[in-house]
Nanobody, 125 residues
Framework: QVQLVESGGGLVQAGGSLRLSCAAS????????MGWFRQAPGKEREFVAA????????SYADSVKDRFTISRDNAKNTLYLEMNSLKPEDTAVYYC??????????????????WGQGTQVTVSS
């Protein structure tokens, strides 16, 4: 399995920006599709964005489309999530996760096999 460590979370005012990073080690990162999920208190973990192994294909939840950008640097074994125009409803713990080869769905957390510990993002109004 791949080991994942997120960083970059914090407290930001509405309208601000943050950049999350996810450092990967272990299994070959460059062969894996990757995703970002988030979980707010009392809510289920929800899909935010995903990217294929090469970075050529991405997908976003409607709630973050045009505000968030997922990207990766395979040379650095790192996944990123650039978050702009943040809203209070974006407040959550953000997790990165790896999606094993095999054409698994990108949108369900149950198809991801390795997870980071999460990083807190808090957006104040």
């Amino acid at each position: 399995q791949v080991q994942l460590v997120e960083s970059g979370g914090g407290l930001v005012q509405a309208g601000g920006s943050l950049r999350l990073s996810c450092a990967a080690s272990g299994r070959t990162f460059s062969r894996l599709a990757m995703g970002w999920f988030r979980q707010a208190p009392g809510k289920e973990r929800e899909f935010v964005a995903a990217i294929n192994w090469s970075g050529s294909t991405t997908s976003y939840a409607d709630s973050v489309k045009d505000r968030f950008t997922i990207s990766r640097d395979n040379a650095k074994n790192t996944l990123y999530l650039e978050m702009n125009s943040l809203k209070p409803e974006d407040t959550a713990v953000y997790y990165c996760a790896s999606n094993p080869p095999g054409g698994n769905s990108w949108y369900s957390p149950f198809t991801y096999d390795s997870w980071g510990q999460g990083t807190q993002v808090t957006v104040s109004s």
